[in-house]
Every structure is written in structure tokens, then in C-alpha cells.
């Protein structure tokens, strides 16, 4: 190795240097082992192959052997975990291959982990883009398909599908298959099949009903 020193104070050097420091203490969030001015802020070693990033004097990001990145978490779940407060809320996030059949994108609950409910942007293979799932069995509850239709569970009597926020138990359910229903109250009052329209009950019309053609 040589080295030469310019009049102008710049060095240059005809070969590499390789340079490796290790230290001697792991460090913690309040003296991180590595650190800047600020005595307080810098990098620690958090845990077995665990990196901690440490901004006046509290940890804010942990890095996990497997990957998984927490922000606000020291015990990441997920790709990127991001747990604030009760203003900004608490959310968990991950991304998977989006050339398999998984979900490219899931906002999941706080604490629920990678099972737990959650929203997807995904390709399940079967045109769905959109999902929300309640996490039990990859059970979908409501989705977007790739083509704009919006997909629902079945629904029932006292739980129909659409419905109103303030009036949960009126609205419209699907009963058996090819069968639309009607609900108020927790009640069905009518439903629309393949075959036939069956109100339960009186039916009250405006203006005029006429047979049309065929039997």
C-alpha cells in the first residue's frame, strides 16, 4: 500500500482497504453502542442478530434476524409492523409474491398476527382484488372483483349483507342459490327467485300490475 499526499491535503491510495470494527458492549436504547453527536441517538445490538435504531434516547425502528422490520415494535410479526397511538391508530403490514395465489398486500389488525383479520389487495386466483377477510380460514366477508363487482357473504334474516350502518338487521341477503331476500326488522318480508316474487304477508302496490306473456 502507498500512499501520497497532495500539497492540497488529498490522499489517494493504489489499493483497497478493508476495515472491520466490532464493539465491545451491545449497547441499549438509551446508550446505543454506535452514536453521533447526540449521545443519544445511534444504533444498538437489540438482541441475537437484532439491530436497534435509537432516536433521542428511545428505540424507534427494530431490525429481526428474520427480515421483519417494527416501527414502534420491538417484536415485529410481520414485513413491516407500524404500531403508534391511539390518535394514529395501530396496523400491521406485509407483501408476499405476487406471481402466487397469496396476497400481495394485508392491513392487518393490531396483535391479531398474519392470520388475524384483515384487508388485502391481492390475486386469489379467482379475479378478487380487494378483500376484507375475518381472518378465520381465509374467510372472505366483502370483495372487489378485478372487473368492478362487488362481492358479499350471504348474509341472513337478522344479518343481511347490504345494509344500512344505523339499521343492521334491514336490508338485503342471499338466501338459497338464486334466491334474492328481503328483510325488516330482523324479519324477511319478501324474496325474488329464478321462479317467482313471494311477499310474506300483505303487499301494498302503486299503480297498475299486468300479466305478461307466457305461462
Known sequence: ?????????????NSSIAYTTSFAGDGSNSAPSIRFNNAATGLFHAGSDELGVVVSGGEKVRVKANGNVGIGSTDPS????????ATDESVGFFYSNASTSSSCLRVLQDGAGASGPALLVRNDGSGNTVQVDDGSDGNTVFAISNIGSTLFQDGSATQPSISNIGDTNTGIFFGAGDNLNFTTGGTQRAFLSATQWNVTGNGVFSGSISKGSGS
Do not use: E, P, Q, R
Open 1 to 13: 500500500l502507498t500512499l501520497d499526499m497532495s500539497a492540497a491535503g488529498a490522499a489517494s491510495f
Open 78 to 85: 410481520t414485513k413491516l409492523t407500524v404500531i403508534g397511538t
